[in-house]
């Protein structure tokens, strides 16, 4: 990664830390975009370079899309062309920050304060958990030479979705846990639907 783009990730995430801080200390409608990019050390029109609202920027680290590589890799039936474990990965690439447990942690802990304060937040988080699944379902379906209008991957993606705010909620995010630790959780909340939802010997 170049110096220019280090420089505006850190814009980027300066802005978004200003924002969550003043939330917190004073009240959605009590902050301004003008006082976040001050807070930030950055001009207003810098601000609406990187988000459109005030709002954007408070959710800015809850994911829109699967990311953009380990979704062709998926796609092309990778990377170890067991279907479970290869979508196991892209969730895992979806939902934990690149930075790591320790900052997802810490991300989660402040979006749980934010939402609790600021319950109109609900909807805009919900849209993007949705924007995500929209575009998983299209994956699965590429990967598996089906229309994206079938029900069969809009079921897995919504499933799949489902476990994984379960197992993210669920998760301790201790000192030393990795995302293999997170793939594991995740393998045997998938094993368990599974043996919920089979034929029965009956």
Do not use: W
């Given at each position: 990664m170049g110096l220019r783009e280090r420089k505006k990730q850190a814009t980027r995430r300066a802005l978004q830390e200003?924002?969550?801080?003043?939330?917190?200390?004073?009240?959605?409608?009590?902050?301004?975009?003008?006082?976040?990019a001050a807070?930030?050390?950055v001009s207003t029109r810098t601000f609406f370079n990187y988000f459109a609202t005030k709002?954007?920027?408070?959710?800015?680290?809850?994911?829109?899309?699967?990311?953009?590589?380990v979704r062709r890799v998926?796609?092309?039936?990778?990377?170890?062309?067991?279907?479970?474990d290869d979508l196991i990965t892209v969730l895992t690439a979806s939902v934990i920050s690149s930075e790591g447990l320790a900052a997802h942690r810490d991300a989660m802990l402040l979006r749980k304060r934010l939402?609790?304060?600021?319950?109109?937040?609900?909807?805009?988080?919900?849209?993007?958990?949705?924007?995500?699944?929209q575009e998983l379902s299209r994956a699965i379906a590429e990967r598996t030479g089906t229309s994206p209008e079938d029900e069969r991957p809009q079921l897995v993606a919504a499933t799949a979705?489902?476990?994984?705010r379960h197992t993210v909620k669920c998760l301790h995010l201790r000192e030393g846990e990795g995302v293999a630790d997170v793939r594991a959780v995740l393998r045997d909340a998938f094993r368990h639907v599974g043996a919920a939802y089979a034929p029965s010997d009956d």
């Open positions: 200003a924002a969550v801080r003043l939330t917190l200390e004073r009240g959605l409608e009590h902050v301004t975009v003008e006082e976040i807070e930030a050390d709002e954007e920027a408070l959710l800015s680290d809850v994911p829109t899309a699967p990311d953009e590589e998926f796609v092309e039936g990778g990377p170890t062309g067991v279907f479970v939402v609790e304060r600021e319950p109109q937040l609900v909807p805009g988080m919900l849209a993007r958990f949705h924007n995500v699944e979705m489902a476990v994984t």
